[in-house]
């Protein structure tokens, strides 16, 4: 019998499956595939490399591989509370922990990008990625809910052939700095939830001044 060879896409896809019932257009393969990777996130061959590249400098770092390949290190575990004096749900899920009878110990894996930092400068980098991205405050919350002892950062440069690790502990005054203003940015939370105001976080005009970090660059190229 013969076929129509002319007409709509979906004419001749229709024709074409009654001479092959088995057969798999683009279309199909394309929806399948979809479907098959849903809520997959596709990595390319470098990102891949860098990834694997990324794993050697942390296996290869003393004090972070002592860390992650503790026998006893859990990851990943949810802890729920509620903040005591707003009674506002807190919930935090460390990257790593490691319960020890005399001490708990939490530690988070962050990437940076500080290939371009001059070496004597990295602690103080560092800091500020601490400070400015509130690594302080979930340090604070993660030891609180998770009830835990200690707190580290692994830090692992993610520029392409300069893969170093820091790991950097959080004394216990940065904790309670953390502690004091995620405390702090609760009851804001919970007076806006109560009066249902939303103030914007600048209100008015004001002059950039230089912080303390600033005047002793200013000051040190002044010299």
Same mark, same amino acid.
């Given at each position: 019998m013969p076929y129509n060879i002319s007409g709509t896409k979906e004419q001749l896809t229709e024709i074409a499956r009654k001479i092959r019932p088995e057969l798999v257009t683009l279309e199909d393969w394309q929806k399948c595939q979809q479907e098959e990777n849903a809520g997959k996130t596709f990595i390319s061959p470098d990102m891949y490399e860098q990834a694997k590249n990324i794993h050697a400098a942390l296996q290869n770092n003393t004090d972070a591989a002592r860390l992650l390949n503790h026998? *006893? +290190?859990?990851? /990943? @575990?949810?802890?729920?509370?509620?903040?005591? /004096?707003?009674g506002l749900e807190i919930r935090v899920r460390p990257d790593i922990e490691i319960r020890l009878?005399?001490?708990? @110990?939490?530690a988070d894996v962050k990437s940076v990008s500080l290939g371009y930092v001059r !070496?004597? =400068?990295?602690?103080? =980098?560092l800091h500020r990625e601490i400070i400015e991205r509130d690594y302080h405050l979930s340090a604070a919350m993660y030891c609180d809910v998770a009830n835990l002892d200690k707190f580290f950062w @692994?830090?692992?440069?993610? *520029?392409?052939g300069y893969h170093w690790v820091a790991v950097v502990e959080a004394s216990q005054e940065l904790? /309670?700095?953390? +502690? !004091?203003e995620y405390r702090r940015t609760l009851r804001q939370i919970n007076e806006a939830l109560e009066t249902n105001n939303w103030p914007a976080p600048i209100t008015e005009s004001y002059t950039d001044e230089l912080n303390d970090f600033d005047l002793r660059r200013l000051e040190a190229l002044s010299i």
């Open positions: 026998p *006893d +290190r859990k990851s /990943e @575990i949810s802890y729920f509370g509620f903040d005591e /004096e707003t009878p005399y001490e708990s @110990i939490c !070496q004597e =400068r990295l602690k103080d =980098r @692994i830090f692992v440069n993610k *520029d392409a904790l /309670e700095l953390g +502690r !004091q």
